[in-house]
Nanobody
Framework: EEQLVESGGDLVQPGGSLSLSCAAS????????MAWVRQAPGKGLEWVSG????????RYADSVKARFTISRDNTKNTMYLQMNSLKPEDTAVYYC????????????????WGKGILVTVSA
């Protein structure tokens, strides 16, 4: 069974850091482009960042550029999101998603989704 499982969510103070992980199983992880997508309370889905299947290219939403870093380890079937200088507006449920391609733009047409994990940024 194909699965994506997020971990690392927590309550953190503004200005703090947090690292999320997304563990994949049941499919050929290295053949899939990956993305982080978030949903703030009462709002719609927002694409945060994406990474190619080989991990050789990344992109970020303007709202997180220079603060967040996406990465992956295909030997461990895991993707990561390092979040620094967190702001209250980063509070959201964070989802990881996968699509069988080298690259995916945005989050439409993803093949698999995790259940999400809550990140709360508050004093």
């Amino acid at each position: 069974e194909e699965q994506l499982v997020e971990s690392g969510g927590d309550l953190v103070q503004p200005g703090g850091s947090l690292s999320l992980s997304c563990a994949a199983s049941g499919f050929a992880f290295s053949n899939y482009a990956m993305a982080w997508v978030r949903q703030a309370p009462g709002k719609g889905l927002e694409w945060v960042s994406g990474i190619t299947s080989r991990g050789d290219n990344t992109r970020y939403a303007d709202s997180v550029k220079a603060r967040f870093t996406i990465s992956r380890d295909n030997t461990k079937n895991t993707m990561y999101l390092q979040m620094n200088s967190l702001k209250p507006e980063d509070t959201a449920v964070y989802y990881c998603a996968a699509r069988e391609s080298y690259w995916v733009n945005g989050y439409l047409g993803m093949d698999y989704w995790g259940k999400g994990i809550l990140v709360t940024v508050s004093a």
